[in-house]
Structure formats: structure tokens, C-alpha cells
């Protein structure tokens, strides 16, 4: 797309957007908001004249006309409990209570001829989806209460789950992320690693495919990994969980709005303020004498428990300004964390073998965390036809981090986290179209930084298992090499219309518009790294002395400034139509279209001497490659935006009665993500930061080097500054390191198929469907090295020693390796889901959420493993087993208010043992195998399980008002006391592999109990 073609379209979304802002149309959120149509039955002399929907809380309300056969669309309504209040030619009749929850389409169909006689004045009941509303509505003067049918999904091919705010108040948890309980949606876990760094995982693919939109914006990470700003490497919460409603979890084929996404979208509403003055505040607590012994406490000898200290508190509070006009919300969670952490050699490797002036480098350590979060809303309704909503939120994290492995505390580093959002949206409604104007601003920004400075000594063993050899890490010690700082900071401008004037359709419209600063500093080998190969020298029992490489990073960039900015545009524009073809097939008809612009990676210029340095004089290795380096090679002009992001989003149901008990669902879509900043920014980054490497004679027993300008014979004065000064100026490149881009990436996508049955069974419901997903198109980097005759592997299969090798010393000369950015990851995804729910009501006081899933997972690389340098090509890689996919998985959740005024709830989940995989390098037959197997699990039964329990009892204490009470709560977590491990031998030469490794339990707690009080009125 040209510029001028860009200029168009955002003028012509602009002046769209602003002649409905001045035109009599609605303005609704799309994504997340709930939508209620059906039809009223009345008398012939008494028709329906329209439809009022009235939020109890807040007195909001919305009206839309009805039809000659008294069919109404509220195709947009923010989550909560309504009244509908129903305008006939003579009189007004209202309904009972009715809960729309986030996302949902229901349909409710009314019959005012059966609605029965004046009801007597009393408290409006509740009716929440899947239950008949009950009669005893308030009444006065010629107004009666409706008994309409259930309430009826319409929803299409969507496959996900809505997780209610009771259930994020309720169920048992450690951190109080809210997005802890996405994994009651079939295909959707939620992890947690040893430094407490949490992610969602959809299936087969990666963090980074995962979008989050709150209020109906997005969430999404342009830079980062973990899908989500600031939950890159992070022990904190996206949002505070206090400020959630609830929310929905897509975990295939959403609809057209959703955009940025290609495997769970999560969409979610926050709190607002109501027409009473409501608050909340709460303190949880728990340390290291309300836990078992993890296991590394325990063997192989018993050690003291390490100190552990946990504390998240925070309050809320919201309430009118002007009675049905005006409200407020706020509040603010906090935490402060100390947990534990182990240093250990990999595999078992046993310490005794380290020489005893380091190990003090092993054993437990603690780690710390602080987090403080702010949000606040303000809404304002001036006319019965309009809502402005203004909020905000802040997000301020630091702490001492590390992770479980062969770190030591040395190293560690100290993070932070800085986010500020802001959004502006104006609500418009008029008598048949729906309007949304929305202006969010975005500045989040990830700083890590090494807590010491000097430089950091690196041990390996080499371990040989017939002809194979491999390298196990032992120990990485002395000064931090984490130094980033990393962000993003812009401006957001939507519009979503819908028009509900053709009966049977709801049509919806919208664009986005974006301008988004990326900003990038890597500098992550400040500090020098120097490996070690402790069994490289004969006669030696542990090398420590001499180095096999040197790595360090320096500034080349005359001005000092090696910071990468990319000023981003993105436009994207859908068009959806939910049509209700009959009364019992309901068709979702949609297809988007995305478009971004990376200034950084499409007007990048290879440097001349880059250019030099890989020309087939000064490095003819390239000459009889499997590859051409000028596909990689710009000028500037070479490189163009993908435009074809056509996303075609299409869903059916078709109810098998006329109440919409038993129906089909099925949908395909595609669904388009993008290409990761921090990826796209290496090959400029690279030119004003390098990486040096340089390799040192006869120090490597794995992976000889052979002499040249960055093969060296070793000197002591190496580990000086002066001496690396040195190397830089006797080098042609200086060790530097290259970062190539492909000229034409390609922007990674899925496929997703859905096709499921639904059935209501009151007071349950239940589904079963099944879902394929091929994810294609994912970003790799790969090794452009190669050996003098152009070949990847040396390949002679009379040679009885050699064994196939990765290229890494046959470098250009003066230079490191070259790594080449490209396109190819692949997963294919097959599932099969059962799912049963049973709402919370008050009449039912328990519920239940139950999902099992089976899923056969496939993948082309190890999971979640971008650099791909073990073979030539992507293509390579043999399709294997998923590595981050359990076969099975049953999660099941539920609460019950017992008779003793104790709320009990509970969270069971198991999957089965996950799959490793590891090389196998033979000379004979001479290749590399890679090949993999399931680990171990528990007993070889499953690979986790965890049992939590949550008791909650509420006092009430008539003080402020009379729904002013005392929460005192107990969680026990993982009650079973589990041991869930994480590490396992993914050596495939070692007769343990796919054995348990470690005595890590990643982010699994031991069993830990979880004291908890609160005040709300």
C-alpha cells in the first residue's frame, strides 16, 4: 500500500467516524459487550411499540423500537443484570432481572398474552442465563411482570468459556492474576515459572499469539513475547482484579472484530460505579512456615525451608456522583513477594564434581518483588442515548529476579516494569444503529538491568555416550547480562458501528487506526561472557583456566546511542453480519483486513561492509549454499508491508427446538498476528550494539575452532578491558556477530475449525466439540554459516570419528556467525473438548465448570523455541509432537455456599506427561536424528496435578450499610502436595532421557496455605 493510499484510508475512517459522531447513532463497544434480541408476542390491539433496556445498578438505559412482529435488537449492552421495560401501544409491562454476561448473544423471546396477572409489589428476582425468570417482579400501577422463555445462545463457532465474577472472587488462586482462570476453556492453560512469571498458551502455539483486550482494547505487546505489555519476564498482574467484572476466553474462531490474534483472545470488562456507594478491601498473606518443604528442601538432604513471604493487599471503591448520571470507580492492589529459587548443575550433573570454591554458588536463594496498580473510571450518561466513559490505569513493578537453574545469585536482575493506559470512549445510541468511539493511549515500557557488574564465567561438561557427545551446562556465575529496555508508547483511534435497521441482521462496521513508537535497547553482554569447556584439557580434572569463548557486546555507533525506534502504523477494518437466517439457524458472516507498517525493518539499509563482509571475495563459503544472502540484502527499497491479511471469520448455529436448547455450532476462520518487534529490530540493533565472539585454540573438545582472525590462541590479558580492546582492533569485524532480515517475511497466521454440539439440561449445560488449528508462518532464526564447500554439515561417510556439527566456527573472517531472520514455524493442532457448566444463582447456589480436553499437537520446532540453528533449513525439522501440548488435560471448578454460611470452592486440574525431544549426532550412519519421547510424569501417570480448596465465610456487621460485611478466607493450595517437576533430561543420548532431571518445581507450589481477610460494605 502506497503512503497516499494510507492517507486515504485514514481520512476516510476519520471522516466516517466523524459523521457519526454527529449523526443520531449509538455507541457501543464491540468486542466483549453482550447483545439481547428476540421477539415479543402481544395482542393485535396492543402491539409492541419498542424495547427499554434499564442496568439496575446504575439506572443506564437504551432503547430500540420493535418491529410489526415485535422483534428487538440491543445489539451492544456492557455486562450486567437488566429489566426490560416494554412499551406497548397501551401501557408499559416490564420484565423480570435478567444477567447478560461479557460476550454473550442471547436470544429471549417474550409472550405478553401469557404474561399472566398484575404481580404484587415485592423484590425483582434474578434470572441468570440457562434459568426461567421468576415471577415477583415490582410492580406499580398498570405494570406487571413477563415470564419469558430461557434465555437462548445464539452464539456461533466460537469455542471458549466466560469466567464470572463470582468465580474470580471465589475460586482458590496465589496471585490474584485474573486471567489464572482461563484455563476452564478448552485448549487454554495458564503457567507459571519459578521466578513467578506467568503466561496463557492456546493450544500449540506460543505466549506471543495471544491478544487481551479490556474494555474492548487491546492489550497486545508489539515488542515482547508473553502476548501481553508487561508480562514478559514478570511476577505481577496485567490488571488489578478488583477493577474485573468478568470475562470471555476465545480459544478459536472469533469473530471479525477481534484482531492482532491467532490463538486465545481474551476479552474482558471492567467495574463501574453504581448508583450506591460500594468498596472492598482485603490483605492475603503466607510465608515459608504455611508451606511443605518443596522438594529441593528435601533431597537428596534435608536443608531448612528458605524464607518465603507473600503479600497482596488493595481496595476498591465506587459510587454516584449524580444519581443515573454520573459514577466513579478506583482502587488499587499491591504486592510484595520473597520466594525461593535453586541453583544447580543441569541433568543431575552432581556438585561434588565442581570444585569446591564454587559451590557456595549453589543452593537456594530468594528472589523479590514489588507491584503497585492503579485504575480508575469515570462514567458520565448526559442522555438516555449517550455514554462517556473516562479511565485509567498504572502500573509500577521492581524487584531482585532470577529462576530456578544454573544461575547464580550473582547474576540476577534487577527489573522493571512501567505502564500507563488511558482510554477515552464516547457511547451513542440511536433508534437502529450503534456506535463506538473510542481514543486510548498506551505507554509501557520493560527495563531489566544486571544487579552486579564485572565479568561472568560460564561451565560446561562435555559427556560422551558412545559417538555421541553432548554439553551439559554447570554453572553460570559472577556479574548480571540482562540489560534492555524495551516498549512501546502511542496513540489509538477506533470506531465500531453497528445497524440493526434490516430485520434478522445485525451488521457491525469498524476500523482502527494506530501510532505506536517502538522502542528497543539490547545490550545484554555489557558484562563479558566467558565459557568454559571443564573437560577440554587432558590430564585436567576440571578446566577453569581457559576459556573456549569470549563473548561481549560494544557500542559501535558513533553516537553512543544503540536505543532502535520504530515509529509503527497500523489500519485495519471488518465487517460483520450476524443474520438470523430462520428462527433456528443463525449465520456469522465476517472478514477483516490488517495492515502495518515497521519503518525499522521495511527502510533498513545493510551496511556496505556487512555487504563486503558475506560477498563471495571475502567469504566464498556462500558460493555453493543452499540459500542466497541477496535475499537478505536491502537497500532500502526491497522490502514491502504485507497486505494481504484478508481474514475470512464465518460461524453457524443451528437450534435443533424452538427454545434453543440443543443446538449445532461450527465456524472457519483465519486469524492473522504479526512478526515480533524484538525480533525485527536485531539487524539494526546489531549495527550500533554488537556481539563479539571470539574462539580459542584447543579449548573446545566438542566443536574445535579453526585458526583465523576469531580462532586465537588464549591469553590471560582477555580477561582485562585492555585485552578485549585488543581483540576488537586486531580483527577485521571484531568478532561481531550479523543479523540478517528476509526481505519478504511473511506475517504468521492460523487456520481454525470448529464443529460442536450444545445442550441445556437444566440447570446445566453442556458441549463437546472438536477443533483443528494450523498455525503457519512463524518467525525463526537460523544459521546462514557454512563450511567451505557451502555445506551445512560435513558430510564424509567414511570418516568414523566425525560427527555432524552445527557450522558455528566457519565464520567470515574477522566476524561471528551469521543468523538469518525468516519464516517456517509450523504447528498443527487436533482437539477433541467436553465442557460442562452450571451457573451461580441464588435460588441454585453452587456452580460448576468442568472441561476435558484431548489434543494430538504437532510442531516443526522445539515449543517456544525461536533460534532454529541445528540445521540448514526449516524445512529440515521433522514434524514431531508438540513439546507444550499434553495430550490430556481436565480442569474442573466449582463453589457452594453450605448451610454453615461457609462458601466452600475448589480447582482441580491434571494433564498428562509432556513430551521432550533431543539430537542424536551419529558418524554412523553419519547425520542428526532428532527424536523424542514422554517424560516420566508422576508414576508415568500424568505430568501435573494440582487440588486447591478455598473456605470463605462472611460476617456481616451492620456498620455503613446493610451489606456491610467481614471476609475471612483459608486457601489451601495443591493440597495433595504434588510434586509437579519441570526439568527433564532432554539429552537423547542419554540412556535418563525424558527422566526427571531436577528436583525443580517451576512456579508449583508445595502444598501452602493462603490466610486471607477483608471489609466490603
Not at 424495547?51 to 435488537?73: F, H
Request: aromatic fraction near 12%; proline fraction near 5%.
Amino acid at each position: 500500500m502506497t503512503k497516499m493510499m494510507l492517507r486515504a484510508a485514514v481520512v476516510s475512517l476519520t471522516a466516517l467516524s466523524s459523521g457519526l459522531l454527529f449523526a443520531p447513532t449509538p455507541a457501543v463497544a464491540q468486542v466483549g459487550q453482550a447483545s439481547l434480541r428476540g421477539t415479543i408476542t402481544a395482542p393485535a390491539d396492543n402491539p409492541v411499540v419498542e424495547v427499554t433496556a434499564v442496568e439496575i445498578s446504575t439506572g443506564l438505559r437504551r432503547t430500540v423500537p420493535a418491529d410489526a412482529n415485535g422483534a428487538y435488537n440491543f445489539a451492544s449492552l456492557r455486562a450486567g443484570t437488566y429489566r426490560l421495560e416494554i412499551k406497548q401501544r397501551n401501557g408499559t409491562r416490564n420484565s423480570d432481572a435478567l444477567t447478560l454476561r461479557v460476550g454473550q448473544v442471547a436470544g429471549l423471546d417474550l409472550d405478553l398474552a401469557a404474561a399472566g396477572t398484575p404481580a404484587p409489589t415485592g423484590t425483582a428476582g434474578e434470572a441468570t442465563p440457562g434459568d426461567t425468570p421468576a415471577t415477583g417482579a415490582a410492580a406499580a400501577g398498570d405494570e406487571i411482570v413477563v415470564t419469558g422463555n430461557r434465555i437462548r445462545s445464539l452464539s456461533g463457532g466460537q469455542v471458549g468459556s466466560v469466567i464470572s465474577s463470582r468465580l474470580i472472587e471465589q475460586l482458590p488462586q496465589n496471585n490474584r492474576n485474573f486471567l489464572a482462570f482461563a484455563d476452564l476453556a478448552p485448549g487454554v492453560r495458564f503457567l507459571e515459572d519459578s521466578s513467578g512469571t506467568s503466561r496463557i498458551q492456546g493450544g500449540a502455539q506460543d505466549s506471543r499469539t495471544v491478544n487481551v483486550f479490556i474494555d474492548g482494547v487491546s492489550q497486545k505487546d508489539y515488542v515482547l513475547k508473553n502476548g501481553i505489555t508487561g508480562q514478559d519476564t514478570s511476577s505481577g498482574n496485567p490488571f488489578p482484579q478488583l477493577a474485573i467484572g468478568e470475562y470471555q476466553v476465545l480459544s478459536s474462531n472469533y469473530k471479525a472484530e477481534f484482531d492482532q490474534v491467532s490463538s486465545v483472545a481474551i476479552t474482558a470488562g471492567t467495574k463501574s460505579g453504581t448508583n450506591e456507594f460500594h468498596g472492598e478491601a482485603f490483605f492475603d498473606f503466607t510465608n515459608q512456615d504455611l508451606r511443605d518443604r518443596r522438594p529441593s528442601e528435601i533431597f537428596p538432604t534435608n536443608i531448612p525451608k528458605a524464607d518465603t513471604s507473600n503479600k497482596q493487599f488493595g481496595a476498591a471503591l465506587g459510587g454516584p456522583i449524580i444519581k443515573d448520571k454520573m459514577h466513579f470507580f478506583g482502587t488499587y492492589e499491591g504486592k510484595r513477594i520473597s520466594s525461593p529459587y535453586d541453583v544447580r548443575p543441569n541433568n543431575d550433573f552432581p556438585i561434588s564434581s565442581v570444585p569446591e570454591q564454587y559451590r557456595d554458588n549453589f543452593g537456594t536463594f530468594a528472589q523479590t518483588f514489588k507491584e503497585d496498580l492503579y485504575f480508575g473510571k469515570i462514567d458520565i450518561v448526559p442522555t438516555d442515548n449517550d455514554l462517556i466513559e473516562l479511565s485509567g490505569k498504572y502500573r509500577n513493578e521492581s524487584g531482585l529476579q532470577n529462576t530456578t537453574g544454573i544461575d547464580a545469585a550473582s547474576t540476577s536482575t534487577l527489573n522493571k516494569v512501567d505502564e500507563k493506559r488511558g482510554l477515552l470512549r464516547w457511547q451513542h445510541t440511536g433508534n437502529q444503529w450503534i456506535n463506538d468511539v473510542r481514543l486510548s493511549y498506551e505507554d509501557a515500557v520493560f527495563s531489566p538491568t544486571p544487579a552486579s557488574d564485572g565479568i561472568t564465567q560460564f561451565f560446561q561438561a562435555t559427556q560422551r555416550f558412545g559417538t555421541a557427545v553432548s554439553r551439559t551446562d554447570l554453572l553460570r556465575f559472577g556479574a548480571g547480562s540482562n540489560f534492555q529496555s524495551k516498549g512501546q508508547k502511542g496513540w489509538t483511534f477506533q470506531d465500531d458501528f453497528t445497524f440493526t435497521g434490516f430485520q434478522g441482521h445485525t451488521i457491525k462496521v469498524g476500523g482502527k487506526a494506530k501510532w505506536v513508537k517502538l522502542n528497543s535497547l539490547e545490550q545484554n553482554l555489557t558484562n563479558p561472557l566467558y565459557t568454559y569447556d571443564v573437560n577440554a584439557i587432558p590430564g585436567v580434572a576440571f578446566n577453569d583456566t581457559l576459556p573456549y569463548r569470549l563473548q561481549f557486546g560494544a557500542t559501535t555507533d558513533a553516537s553512543g546511542n544503540a536505543t532502535v525506534r520504530s515509529k509503527n502504523f497500523q489500519i485495519g477494518f471488518y465487517a460483520q453480519d450476524d443474520w438470523d437466517v430462520t428462527s433456528h439457524l443463525t449465520l456469522n458472516l465476517g472478514l477483516r483486513w490488517d495492515y502495518e507498517r515497521t519503518p525499522a525493518y521495511l527502510d533498513y539499509v545493510t551496511p556496505a561492509v556487512n555487504v563486503a563482509a558475506v560477498s563471495p571475495e571475502n567469504y566464498p563459503n556462500l558460493i555453493g549454499a543452499d540459500y542466497n544472502i541477496n535475499d537478505f540484502i536491502t537497500d532500502g527499497s526491497k522490502r514491502k508491508a504485507f497486505k494481504g491479511a484478508w481474514q475470512p471469520r464465518l460461524g453457524f448455529t443451528y437450534r435443533f427446538d424452538d427454545a434453543g436448547r440443543f443446538s449445532m455450532f461450527g465456524g472457519y476462520g483465519r486469524s492473522y498476528d504479526r512478526n515480533q518487534f524484538d525480533f525485527l529490530q536485531q539487524e539494526v540493533s546489531q549495527g550500533r550494539f554488537q556481539v563479539r565472539s571470539f574462539n580459542f585454540i584447543g579449548n573446545d573438545s566438542v566443536n574445535p575452532c579453526t585458526p583465523s582472525q576469531t580462532c586465537i590462541a588464549w591469553n590471560p590479558i582477555y580477561l582485562t578491558d585492555a585485552g578485549r580492546q585488543q581483540l576488537l582492533g586486531a580483527a577485521t569485524g571484531g568478532g561481531s556477530e550479523f543479523r540478517f532480515m528476509k526481505n519478504d517475511l511473511k506475517v504468521p497466521y492460523s487456520d481454525q475449525f470448529s464443529l460442536g454440539v450444545r445442550g441445556r439440561f437444566s440447570p446445566v449445560e453442556l458441549e463437546f466439540g472438536v477443533t483443528h488449528i494450523e498455525s503457519n508462518d512463524g518467525f525463526v532464526f537460523l544459521l546462514g554459516n557454512r563450511r567451505p564447500d557451502g555445506s551445512f554439515f560435513f558430510n564424509d561417510p567414511t570418516s568414523a570419528t566425525d560427527i555432524p556439527q552445527s557450522p558455528f566456527t566457519f565464520t567470515p573472517s574477522g566476524y561471528g556467525s551469521i543468523i538469518l531472520g525468516s519464516n517456517g514455524l509450523k504447528t498443527n493442532s487436533d482437539a477433541a473438548y467436553f465442557k460442562l457448566t452450571k451457573v451461580y444463582s441464588a435460588s441454585s447456589p453452587w456452580s460448576i465448570d468442568a472441561t476435558y480436553t484431548y489434543t494430538r499437537a504437532e510442531e516443526n520446532r522445539q515449543f517456544g523455541e525461536t533460534y532454529s540453528l541445528d540445521y540448514a533449513q526449516i524445512s529440515d525439522y521433522p514434524t514431531l509432537r508438540s513439546s507444550g501440548v499434553p495430550r490430556h488435560r481436565f480442569v474442573i471448578a466449582g463453589s457452594v455456599d453450605t448451610p454453615i454460611g461457609v462458601t466452600f470452592s475448589s480447582k482441580f486440574q491434571i494433564e498428562s506427561p509432556s513430551f521432550v525431544k533431543g539430537f542424536i549426532d551419529n558418524a554412523d550412519p553419519f547425520g542428526r536424528v532428532l527424536v523424542g519421547r514422554q517424560t516420566a510424569g508422576l508414576g508415568d501417570a500424568w505430568g501435573r496435578r494440582q487440588l486447591d480448596f478455598a473456605f470463605t465465610k462472611y460476617v456481616p456487621i451492620g456498620f455503613v450499610n446493610d451489606q456491610a460485611r467481614i471476609r475471612m478466607r483459608l486457601d489451601i493450595l495443591n493440597v495433595m502436595n504434588d510434586r509437579n517437576y519441570v526439568d527433564f533430561n532432554a539429552n537423547a543420548s542419554d540412556p535418563a532421557f525424558g527422566q526427571r532431571s531436577s528436583y525443580s518445581i517451576g512456579g508449583n507450589a508445595p502444598r501452602t496455605i493462603k490466610l486471607s481477610a477483608g471489609f466490603s460494605f
